[in-house]
């Protein structure tokens, strides 16, 4: 084994002024790099101008009663907004959307990503370092100096292992050591990555609350659905009831003459058909039960359902003027985040124009043992490096001009999403102002069509009208009460995408920040004044 060469003390003495000084200059363009790092190429976010009316058409055509134009600070509901309906079950139901839906959890992993990609951009704004130690067992041969082979147990005249030369010797050198990397941001390229991921992160925070919207929006529509289904199961059996009086009036007629057999065997008919309709409602309600079952996250046999029907009306309703959807609108809200994310690609794109700096450095030992380590041994090493791009055939302006393509189109999607919201209010106040018109009139058709019949059975059991006419009132009185639960169903339904259409109570104060959206290494500030977005 070979032994470590002895070395003279080699303490370094202080250096002169002169020479000081000329070392610091070397790293004046460092400190000027470090002093022009707050500057960022590329445009800064503005978000685009859309238009937006002054009041929805429909709330300026005809107000509908029973609703109000709201202040611009109210909204549908700052909590739970499906609690405007006052059904405990629906209640319950809602409340298990935002914990095991499977869609809103993809929706919520999706957003924790997004959060760890800001993390992975911040972490270029800082060096890298690495440490490593080597381990090489060498050996040389003799060696000649003067034409006389050197004593084996001479010691080599050099003081570091690095060079020595071990003549007919084998020895292990040890080299432990540390690197570090650090790119400088001096134009902007590694903070404009992270403006671009944070508002990446506030696109997956807006989704996964539409998520939530839409699927406790779906909930409500399918419950309310069901119940719709129950109340025409209990029509159809009410229908069949009345329709046996009516086949017991027929078959007294018959036995004494005053009616035949055909009126006797359509009679027979109806009430048959009428009790397979309502046998078959039962396939529409349990369908219904288990889409309500999947929306929750459950299997659909640990779901039972009440079989309540759909009754009374749908509950009033604050709509605020059109300018407060842009704030209250989960999508709207994506797509403005998304505008930004992809505005600030285009800095990123900017920045290839220019020179890319870079700081190395390395430190470390070596030597023939282990451990201690001889301060004598040691080497370090500083760098910095420029590298610019003098030509690449118009590689940067195609990127640069195709970041600014994305750019424009997600401001084009802003502005068509926008005008999709607009619409959506403008449809469900259309739906409901004459949903709520045609219930009223159909429920007076409803008490005209039931007096008829009442007339035609009196008229019938003595005789002086045909069962034909019975049947006819009997048939128009049935489809008038299926078309008022269908109107009512209909009414509820379209509350639902109303409200779901007004944002379901959010608002864009709810969208993380971006401290939020990073985690707990963000470089942004915490913004002491909005509490934490929690993600269940």
Same mark, same amino acid.
């Given at each position: ?11 370094? #003495? ?12 070397? %790293?004046?363009?460092?400190?000027? @790099? ?18 937006? +009316?002054?009041? %929805? ?37 809602? #409340? ?225 003027? +059109? ?10 809200? @994506? ?13 990123? =794109? ?40 003098? %030509? ?77 006419? &019975?049947? &006819?009132?009997? #048939? ?24 779901? @259409? ?26 002491? =004044? ?7």
């Amino acid at each position: 084994m070979g032994v470590e060469p002895t070395t003279t003390d080699s303490k370094l #003495a202080p250096l002169p002024r002169g020479e000081a000084m000329l070392r610091r200059a070397r %790293f004046a363009p460092l400190l000027a @790099a470090f002093a022009l790092s707050g500057c960022m190429v590329g445009p800064d976010y503005v978000a685009p101008p859309v238009v937006t +009316p002054e009041k %929805f058409k429909e709330l300026k055509v005809n107000l509908v009663k029973g609703w109000k134009l709201a202040a611009p600070g109210d909204s549908v509901d700052a909590g739970p907004w499906w609690r405007v309906y006052n059904d405990p079950t629906l209640d319950a139901l809602e #409340a298990q959307v935002e914990i095991s839906n499977q869609t809103v959890a993809a929706a919520a992993e999706a957003y924790e990503q997004a959060r760890t990609l800001v993390r992975e951009a911040e972490a270029a704004l800082f060096p890298t370092i690495t440490s490593g130690y080597n381990t090489t067992r060498q050996h040389t041969g003799r060696a000649l100096v003067g034409g006389f082979p050197i004593s084996p147990n001479s010691s080599p005249a050099v003081a570091s292992p690095a060079t020595a030369m071990l003549h007919g010797q084998t020895a292990t050198i040890n080299t432990p050591r540390g690197d570090l990397v650090w790119e400088i941001d001096i134009w902007g390229k590694i903070r404009r990555q992270i403006e671009s991921e944070v508002a990446g992160a506030q696109v997956s925070a807006a989704d996964l609350e539409n998520a939530k919207l839409t699927a406790q929006a779906t909930l409500a529509a399918a419950f309310f659905n069901r119940r719709a289904a129950v109340s025409l199961r209990e029509l159809l059996n009410r229908t069949a009831q009345e329709y046996r009086k009516t086949l017991e009036i027929t078959r007294r007629q018959y036995e004494i003459g005053l009616a035949s057999a055909a009126d006797l065997n359509a009679a027979e008919t109806q009430v048959v058909s009428t009790e397979a309709q309502a046998i078959n409602t039962g396939v529409q309600i349990a369908q219904l039960e288990h889409a309500i079952a999947k929306l929750i996250g459950k299997p659909p046999s640990e779901l039972s359902l009440p079989p309540a029907g759909l009754v009374g009306s749908i509950p009033a309703l604050p709509v605020a003027v +059109p300018t407060t959807l842009l704030e209250r609108r989960p999508d709207i809200a @994506a797509a403005e985040r998304m505008m930004q994310q992809e505005n600030a690609l285009i800095g990123v =794109a900017l920045a290839a124009y220019y020179p890319d700096i870079t700081l190395t450095a390395s430190f470390g030992y070596t030597g023939f043992v282990p451990l201690p380590i001889n301060p004598a041994h040691e080497f370090w090493s500083l760098a910095a490096t420029a590298k610019q791009t003098i %030509f690449e055939g118009g590689q940067r302006s195609a990127a640069v001009d195709s970041a600014t393509a994305i750019y424009r189109q997600s401001v084009a999607n802003y502005r068509e999403t926008v005008l999709t919201a607009f619409q959506q209010v403008e449809d469900q106040l259309a739906a409901t102002r004459l949903l709520r018109q045609q219930l009223v009139a159909q429920e007076k058709a409803v008490e005209d069509a039931r007096r008829t019949v009442a007339y035609y059975l009196n008229q019938y059991r003595v005789g002086w009208v045909a069962f034909t006419a &019975v049947v &006819v009132a009997e #048939a128009t009185l049935f489809a008038n009460e299926q078309t008022a639960l269908t109107t009512r169903q209909n009414l509820f339904v379209a509350s639902v995408a109303l409200i779901e @259409a007004l944002g379901g109570g959010w608002d864009k104060s709810k969208l993380p920040t971006p401290a939020q959206a990073a985690g707990s290494i963000s470089i942004f500030p915490q913004d002491p =004044a909005q509490p934490p977005l929690v993600v269940q």
